[in-house]
């Protein structure tokens, strides 16, 4: 229900050990961390471990916000001062490795010193376009880069994919789209891996010659088998020419997907299973989406990650935990080459409490039509978390919020809805009615009031005007749940309701128009209905996070504002101007959070 006693945005924090000096102690150890410029968002992390509750999140932001800016003010002598004589009080913070910032990256300084960039790579596969999920991956090469003034570099990892795993032609667009709202600033030339492939020949020729691969034509049931037990397979044992001519014969148009396959020859009986002799090229007759039909062999990702992560000269590869023996085969091939080896950082996995994100399901969703478009709210892709009114700021200090670590996180999505929150604390405020009903306030006399779009802002964002007469639209849902009693249309009047004798009609009746504190009333969302014949209101539509849709009336002003602006309608949330028909008087918006 939407009525409430208070107008307030939210109630502090009540715990004797969350105080000021314990959220500035965390802010100081944040911000010397990061030299000397701290983030709300770890602060707040750390505070859950203090007993914070996810429903006190909304009410102790504003205090966080407000500390984290006044140490920012700071020197960083000041700062240091300022933790030890913290600490020298007895305030203890729990020090956890993904609340300490980002820690220095390895080996970092060494390659400085010899005159070398610091070079990583994001290389995300493109069956659609980045999720939340993706961006931790991608804000952390981006922070490092800009740590060591070094270089991103942005690779699509386009070979042909699975059967279940396919590429999306517009992926191509979306991720570049993406990153660039997210502001991660990568190298101007893409790499695409798809025309890399005559350079992964090469070095596969290479190899086979060699003995270090070799052409297999066993099923692949059969060759589970023998990898379990760890016997070798027949074609390993043949030479070196033989399995050139194997490979040669790989490219004949006669030779069918699963005929041939190239393998790399570790051993059969490595400790792991899943190391031995690995597939590193197989035949594929789809269709490609950006070089069509051109190749039909194809590497697969550690391959090709092995290659050109040595030839274009990567110092640095922050990856997930699940990509730990997609490392191990890499660092097999660079062995072979004795090329040197970059630097291999793994990150856990990340979740949001709740939140389900998978790139391949909700590629199969756009495409069969049951989601709208790779903006679906439910994909919590870049574009929906945009068109939402999510800040890329605060999803950058969700992400960082984590640091650099082993251990998986699991992130309640109140948290980035608060980090979120103190970007929107500017917006304009507008009234909005869902699910309308009318009624009439009987006495009430013809006013003119003038809201401001803002109560503490109102001379930067102005305000608007209301002529209001006896009838209002107010929510169905406030409506059902009334019993007699004061209520007040907030910024207009205060009203009673009583029942009328022998009829279930509610009654309704003009008290007085500016705020009484003797009156003990509940707040009621409104819009003129006198007007509606006027053209006052128009309609609106909100899509909520599960794509559900709440419609209702809003005010006329909103059609002055622009696609992608964010407001606030009163007493329902934050959300984001999606798109504006003038003609037919209609709006839709997205809904951000409450």
């Known amino acids: 229900m939407n009525m409430d006693k208070k107008e307030e945005t939210g109630k502090p924090v009540n715990n004797d050990e969350i105080n000021d000096e314990l959220i500035k102690a965390y802010a100081l150890q944040n911000a010397l961390a990061h030299k000397g410029k701290a983030s709300s968002g770890p602060v707040l992390n750390s505070l859950f471990s203090h007993g914070l509750q996810k429903d006190k999140i909304k009410g102790i932001m504003p205090k966080i916000n407000k500390i984290v800016e006044s140490v920012n003010k700071l020197s960083i002598g000041k700062q240091t001062k300022e933790l030890e004589k913290s600490q020298k009080s007895g305030k203890e913070t729990h020090k ?106 090469k070095y596969a020729e290479e190899m086979i010659k060699k003995g270090y691969m070799y052409l297999c034509s066993c099923k692949q049931e059969e060759m589970q088998e023998l990898r379990k037990k760890g016997i070798d397979c027949s074609c390993r044992i043949l030479p070196a020419e033989e399995h050139f001519k194997r490979w040669k014969k790989m490219f004949d148009k006669n030779t069918k997907p699963g005929d041939l396959t190239v393998r790399l020859k570790t051993s059969m ?104 478009g790779w903006n679906d709210p439910r994909t919590w892709s870049l574009q929906a978390l945009r068109d939402r009114g999510i800040d890329e700021r605060a999803i950058r200090e969700f992400i960082l919020s984590m640091g650099l670590t082993k251990a998986n996180s699991t992130m309640e999505v109140d948290v980035l809805y608060a980090l979120n929150r103190k970007y929107l604390e500017k917006v304009p405020r507008y009234l909005f009615v869902p699910n309308p009903v009318k009624i009439k306030i009987n006495g009430c006399p013809k006013l003119n009031v003038e809201i401001p779009h803002h109560p503490s802002i109102q001379s930067e964002l102005g305000s608007r ?128 959070h409450r």
């Open 269 to 372: 009986q490595d400790p792991n299973p899943a190391f031995r002799d690995r597939v590193m090229f197989r035949i594929s007759d789809r269709t490609h989406p950006k070089v069509k039909n051109k190749y039909k062999v194809w590497p697969l990702l550690e391959f090709s990650w092995a290659i050109d992560d040595h030839l274009i000269e990567v110092s640095h590869i922050i990856r997930g935990i699940d990509l730990v023996m997609e490392t191990n085969v890499e660092e097999f091939i660079w062995d072979i080459f004795k090329w040197d080896k970059p630097t291999t950082i793994h990150t856990g996995f990340f979740a949001i409490q709740g939140v389900k994100i998978s790139k391949s399901k909700g590629a199969k969703e756009v495409r069969s039509g049951e989601y709208i």
């Open 96 to 201: 956890r490795e993904h609340r300490e910032g980002l820690q220095e990256l390895r080996n970092a300084e060494e390659r400085i010193r010899k005159g070398k960039n610091i070079i990583l790579r994001f290389a995300p596969y493109p069956s659609g376009p980045l999720h939340i999920g993706n961006t931790r991956q991608a804000i952390l090469n981006d922070e490092y880069a800009k740590m060591y003034n070094g270089k991103l570099i942005l690779v699509i990892d386009d070979t042909i994919g699975s059967e279940q795993k396919q590429i999306a032609q517009e992926a191509y667009k979306l991720i570049p789209e993406g990153l660039k709202w997210l502001k991660v600033e990568y190298d101007p030339k893409i790499v695409y891996k798809s025309d890399r492939l005559e350079t992964y020949y």
């Open 465 to 592: 005007n209301h002529n209001t007469e006896q009838e209002f639209f107010i929510p169905k849902e406030d409506y059902d749940l009334m019993h007699p009693g004061n209520y007040r249309l907030i910024h207009l009047l205060n009203f009673n309701m009583e029942k009328k004798k022998f009829v279930l009609e509610k009654g309704f009746h003009f008290l007085s128009e500016g705020t009484d504190k003797n009156l003990d009333v509940k707040f009621i969302q409104w819009l003129p209905a006198d007007n509606v014949n006027n053209k006052k209101n128009i309609h609106v539509k909100i899509r909520m996070p599960d794509n559900s849709i709440v419609e209702g009336l809003g005010e006329e002003s909103l059609l002055k504002l622009k696609k992608g602006d964010k407001i606030q309608f009163e007493r329902f949330g934050f959300v984001c101007i999606y798109n504006l028909d003038k003609k037919d008087r209609s709006a839709e918006l997205w809904f951000t």
